[in-house]
C-alpha cells in the first residue's frame, strides 16, 4: 500500500526543481560572450586626455584652448605599462586612466612608434595590475565572433560585439598614416575605442582596434595582436628605455596554439652569449614571467641595473636548461622608431646650457625677468625670458619675434628661467613640435605665434 507524500516532502521536491530552473538559466545566460568579458576586462583601461588646441594665425593675440580626449589601452604589465595608440597620446598635455574598478591613476607616455600607430603609457597604480589575456591572430577566421571593450564616446567600459568580416585590410586614412594587414570587424569602434582589445571567445586579445571607416555602418579596423606585440616589443625594448641590453635576438612563431621566442643569435660577449643561449633554443621563463614573445622577454628584464642577473630557463632539444644571465650596458644608439620621452640613462653627457641652445636653434640672446616684472592684461606671470638680441636670419627674426620681448612660453611649458629653455629644447620629441609655439609679452599684451626650425637646428 503506498503512502500519500507529507505536504514537506513535496515543497522539498519543489524548492529542488526551482533551484535547478534557475541553475539552468544563470547557466544561459552565462555565454561564452559574458565570459570573456569577464576574464578581460580588468586588463582593460579608459583613458582621458587633454592637450591645446593650436590656433590657425601665425602671429596673433590670445591663448590656445584645452580640449579633451578619449582612448583606450590594455595592460601589458602588472607595473603599470599600457599599449594603446599613438594617436590617443599624440601632443597631449596631461592623460589620465581609469580601471574597471573605478580608480583613476594619473599617465605619462614612455614610448612610442608613429608610423605603426603604437605607445606605451604608464601608471604608477596601488598595487599589481591584472595584464590582459594575450591570443593570437595567426589563425583567425571570417565569421568568428568576436568583443570590442574600449571608452567609446567616453562611455567607459563599453562592450560591443561582432563577427570578424575581412582579414588582410590596407587602410590609408590620410597622407601621413596608413595600415597595413588590418582585422576588419562589424563590431561596433566608435571614437575613443581606439587603444582597446578586440577580443576573441576566449577572452583573450586578437587586436588592437584602431580605425573606423568614417561614414560607413559597422566596418571598423583591428591591428592583429600578433604584429602589434613586435612593435610593443621594441616600444618595451630595454636598450631603448634602460641603457641595458640582454644580447638575445629572439623570432616570435605564433600559429594557432603554438606560440615561442625562437633564439635567433646570442652574439659571443653579450650577456646571453656568456650565459650560453643557443640559436635555436626557445625561451621559456625569465625571470619570473613565462615567455611567449619578446614583449615578455624585455619587460622581464625592464627596470634592472647592468650587471644584474636574471634566470633564463630555455628548451633545447627535448632538455629544459637553466641559466644565469647579467644584464650589460648597451652600446650608444637608437632602437629604430621608437621615441622614448624619458629615457633612463646609465651614462650622461652634459647638455648645451639654456643660453647656448637659445642662441644656436633660436637665434635668441636672453636674460631672466624676475617674479612680478611680467604682466600682461592685468594677468601676472611667474617670469620670463627678456630678449636681449636676435641673431639675423634666424627662426626667431624670421617669425617676428624682437628685442625687449619677453618669452613666457616654447610649446606647452612655460619658460622663467634657462633650466625651462633647456628642458624644451633638449626635449625628445623636439624635432616633431615644429613649427615650435612660442607666446612673448609685447607691450603689456601676450601674442604667440609658429617658429619653423631651420633643418638641422
Known amino acids: 500500500m503506498m503512502k500519500r507524500p507529507s505536504a514537506l516532502g513535496s515543497l522539498a521536491v519543489l524548492v529542488l526543481l526551482v533551484a535547478s530552473l534557475s541553475a539552468r538559466a544563470n547557466s544561459l545566460r552565462e555565454t561564452p560572450l559574458v565570459r570573456a568579458i569577464q576574464r578581460a576586462q580588468t586588463g582593460v583601461v579608459n583613458i582621458h586626455s587633454e592637450k591645446t588646441a593650436a590656433g590657425d594665425s601665425l602671429f596673433t593675440s590670445g591663448r590656445d584652448r584645452k580640449v579633451s580626449g578619449m582612448g583606450t589601452g590594455v595592460v601589458i604589465d602588472e607595473r603599470g605599462y599600457i599599449a594603446t595608440n599613438y594617436h590617443v597620446v599624440q601632443g597631449v598635455d596631461s592623460l589620465r586612466c581609469t580601471l574597471v574598478n573605478g580608480s583613476t591613476y594619473a599617465a605619462r607616455v614612455v614610448s612610442y612608434d608613429s608610423a605603426k600607430d603604437l605607445a606605451i603609457i604608464k601608471i604608477d597604480a596601488t598595487g599589481p595590475l ?69 577580443l576573441s571567445m576566449d577572452g583573450e586579445v586578437i587586436g588592437i582596434n584602431v580605425a573606423i571607416r568614417a561614414g560607413a555602418q559597422r566596418i571598423g579596423f583591428a591591428i592583429p595582436i600578433d604584429d602589434a606585440r613586435r612593435s610593443i616589443a621594441r616600444l618595451m625594448s630595454i636598450e631603448a628605455l634602460d641603457g641595458t641590453t640582454h644580447g638575445l635576438v629572439g623570432r616570435d612563431v605564433k600559429a594557432g596554439p603554438t606560440r615561442k ?178 607666446y612673448v609679452i609685447r607691450g603689456g599684451e601676450t601674442l604667440y605665434g609658429y617658429m619653423k626650425l631651420a633643418a638641422g637646428e
Open 130 to 198: 591584472s595584464v590582459m589575456p594575450m591570443g593570437t591572430s595567426s589563425d583567425l577566421m571570417l565569421g568568428e565572433p568576436v568583443v570590442a571593450i574600449g571608452n567609446a564616446f567616453g562611455y567607459e567600459h563599453t562592450v560591443t560585439s561582432g563577427i570578424i568580416s575581412a582579414l588582410g585590410r590596407d587602410v590609408e586614412v590620410n597622407e601621413k598614416q596608413s595600415y597595413q594587414n588590418l582585422i576588419q570587424t562589424d563590431a561596433s569602434i566608435n571614437p575613443g575605442n581606439s587603444g582597446g582589445p578586440l
Open 261 to 438: 621566442l625562437v633564439v635567433q643569435s646570442a652574439a659571443p660577449g653579450t650577456p646571453a652569449g656568456v650565459a650560453g643561449v643557443q640559436p635555436g633554443d626557445v625561451v621559456l621563463k625569465a625571470g619570473t614571467i613565462d615567455v611567449i614573445d619578446g614583449v615578455d622577454l624585455e619587460r622581464a628584464c625592464l627596470g634592472r641595473t647592468p650587471g644584474e642577473e636574471i634566470g633564463v630557463v630555455v628548451r633545447r632539444g627535448s632538455s629544459d636548461v637553466t641559466l644565469r644571465m647579467k644584464l650589460a650596458e648597451r652600446a650608444p644608439g637608437e632602437v629604430a622608431g621608437v621615441v622614448v620621452m624619458n629615457p633612463r640613462r646609465t651614462r650622461t653627457t652634459p647638455a648645451p646650457s639654456g643660453a647656448g641652445l637659445a642662441w644656436q636653434a633660436l637665434g635668441l640672446k636672453l636674460t631672466q625677468v624676475t617674479l612680478g616684472q611680467v604682466s600682461a592684461g592685468g594677468t601676472p606671470y611667474r617670469g620670463g625670458m627678456q630678449v636681449n638680441s636676435v641673431r639675423p636670419g634666424s627662426p626667431a627674426e624670421t617669425n617676428g619675434i624682437r628685442p625687449g620681448d619677453i618669452l613666457v612660453g616654447l610649446h606647452n611649458w612655460e619658460t622663467v628661467n634657462f633650466d625651462n629653455v633647456s628642458y624644451v629644447l633638449n626635449h625628445p620629441e623636439f624635432q616633431r613640435f615644429g613649427p615650435l609655439k612660442f
